[in-house]
């Protein structure tokens, strides 16, 4: 089934500055939609449940640190 994205409720973390972040939505079933919040008329990708959880888990394990720099000291007040 085809989902519209502004029917779906988009979140996107707490953490996430003026700059825009990664936003996710679930679908129906075990599926999960992940798109840029910069650029939301860009479309969606789709997850599995196991494949998020194992992304979730691997960001947790700090797997994907070495992609993004530290945050400065000022930035995590």
Do not use: T
């Amino acid at each position: 089934m085809l989902h519209s994205d502004h029917d779906l409720p988009w979140r996107k973390s707490s953490f996430s500055g003026p700059n825009g972040c990664v936003e996710a939505a679930p679908l129906n079933g075990d599926l999960i939609a992940v798109r840029d919040s910069k650029n939301p008329q860009g479309g969606h990708l789709v997850y599995n449940a196991h494949e998020w959880q194992s992304f979730l888990a691997g960001v947790r394990n700090g797997e994907f640190d070495y992609l993004a720099p530290a945050p400065s000291p000022e930035g995590l007040a």
